[in-house]
């Protein structure tokens, strides 16, 4: 069980990088490559604020709860800061 949970929780950032590259690619085609690395850097700070939270809680599913989270808004700030890298383009 807590091998799969791991995998999980390691496994959801590659998959949500996946999935968000083309919305950073629109962001970047239609804003400029600047507004889209901005925004990576503002949701890259409000993965590791939710890192802490998860730190700081007791309970381990709100614990797993907020480290999935992070991961996945982690995984939306690494598409949006390397726009050059989406698919398809």
Sequence with gaps: MHAALALLVVSIQYIATFLSRPWAGRISDHSGARV??????????????????????????LTVGTLIASRLALAW??????????CGG
């Design 77 to 86: 700030a690494k598409a949006s800061a390397r726009p050059e890298q989406r």
């Design 36 to 61: 889209s690395v901005l925004w990576g850097m503002a949701i890259c700070a409000l993965s590791g604020m939710l890192l802490a939270a998860g730190a700081l809680n007791f309970n381990p599913w």
